[in-house]
C-alpha cells in the first residue's frame, strides 16, 4: 500500500506536465518563417512602388526575426525601423495611434501630451503590431518612406499572412 500512494502520485504528476507542454504548444508564436513572407510582401510592394525601405519583423519580446535593408534605403531608417517594431510589438496598437495621442488628430489636442518623450514610444506610422487572433505575437516596422507610405508597405506585410495568423 505505501509504494502505491508514490506511484499514483508520480503518474499525476506526469499528466501535470503533460497538460502544461500542450497547454504551451497553444500558444501561437509568431515563426520566422511566416516573418520572411511578412517581409517579402512588404518588399514587393515598395519595389513596385519604387520605395526604398528598411523592414523590421520582431516577436512578442521585440526580438529581431527578420530584418530587410533594400538597395539605397536611408541608413539612417534603419533604427527607426527596428524601433517601430519594437514598439508595435510591445503595445497592442500602431505607430500612428501612438502619434495622434502625443500629438493629436483632425485639429483636437493631444489625449496623452508628453507620451513621444516616453522611452520606446515612437510616434508616426509605420509600426502594426501582428495578431494571431487575439493574441499580439510581435511586430512589424517599415521606415524609409514617408510615413504613410511606411504604413502600408506594413500592412502588406500582414496582409500577406493573414490566414497564417487567423
Known sequence: MSRAIPRRLAALSLLGALASAQALERVPLLDLDTARRMAAACEALAQHKGWRMNIAV?????????????????????????????????????????????????????AVPGVAQVPGVVPFAGGLPVLAGTVQVGGIGVSGGLPDEDEQCAAAGLAAVKSALD
Not at 84 to 104: D, I, M, N, V
Open 58 to 110: 520582431v516577436d512578442a519580446g521585440a526580438h529581431l526575426l527578420v530584418f530587410t535593408r533594400m538597395d539605397r534605403a536611408p541608413i539612417g531608417s534603419v533604427e527607426v525601423a527596428l524601433r517601430k517594431a519594437g514598439f508595435s510589438a510591445r503595445f497592442p496598437f500602431s505607430t500612428r495611434y501612438a502619434e495622434e495621442l502625443a500629438y493629436g488628430r483632425a485639429g483636437q489636442p493631444p
